[in-house]
């Protein structure tokens, strides 16, 4: 027996691996309160002016919609968690890996975040695709933020690379996966152009929403991992790119944000100036218009977060209501 499941060949793995397809993680509880959005609002950036996120007596203040990201990290706790726990489980039948690196992000926005959750909150993942290629595996999954009447919420996809994953049989299974964006047009400027600045301290702050992964904190764990250092959560860029969006096309209303999408290019380090350019590529659904984005490293113009699709409520006079 030890033998046989020592040698699976490579037909088995891969039909090991078509079972990844539909798997489930066990539902998890989630919560969140106005604090816990004051938080990850500084985590992401959020400056002295950005009363509607980081002023809970403000008129217009509201949840950044990209806050759900973080719940799967924090769950229904406010206490500090051990990262290795909250990482959900490799789905069985997914190959050993090196290492695994988030890819890409998306997430639309179904209803209006409360700001404060109260109980009964879940958070579902289900894995909707398994591409392999030379290099490793890319599972995608979806998840669901839901009411205690398991109304959605939210739908996230996200993907991770598992470098160094294979069957050798170049398996390729997607049953779903997030919007694609549009390539960025060649032909003129970004319509938007925000220039931002994350400060050496901001992984201290991001990871109090709940990923206390040590790469973003232990010089020597980022050394380690061949970063030269600590590098900003991936997470945190995505909110430096969204705020960004809601600032130069939605006219700062967070609301106006349904749907932001990227890949994971290159990491950022606390400190990094970022440049996020967009375009208006069409009419989004709903009244929104599309968006290609891209966010960089605004001095090495290296991309941090490419191949940018967002939806948004565009604020003006050109707004469809
Ligand atoms: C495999 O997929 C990953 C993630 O999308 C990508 O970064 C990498 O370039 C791909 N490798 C090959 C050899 O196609
Ligand atoms: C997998 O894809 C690579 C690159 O396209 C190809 O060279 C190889 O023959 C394929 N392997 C199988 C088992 O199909
Ligand atoms: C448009 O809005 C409706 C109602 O809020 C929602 O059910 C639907 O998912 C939205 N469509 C998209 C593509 O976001
Ligand atoms: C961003 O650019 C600056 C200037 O070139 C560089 O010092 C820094 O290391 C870059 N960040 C990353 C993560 O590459």
Redesign the pocket.
Known sequence: MRYLSLSLSSTTMAAALSQVVGYEQPTQPVSWNKRDLLLYAAGIGAKADDLSLVYELDKSFAAMPTYPVVLPFKGDSQELNLFSTRMGKTPPGVPKAKVGVH?SQSIEILKDLPLASGDGWTWTTKYTGV?E????I?LTSESLLLDPKKVPYAKLYS?S?LIGAKTGENFSKVVAGPPQGKPIPKDRKADWTVQDKTTLEQALIFRLSGDYNPLHIDPEVGQKGGFGGVILHGLSTFGFGARALIKAVGGGDPRSLRLFGV?FTAPVKPGDALETEAWEVGPGPNGTVEIAFVTKNLTSGKVALGGGIAYVKKAGPQAKL
């Open positions: 890819g591409v290629n030379k290099t490793g890319i993907s690379f890949r």
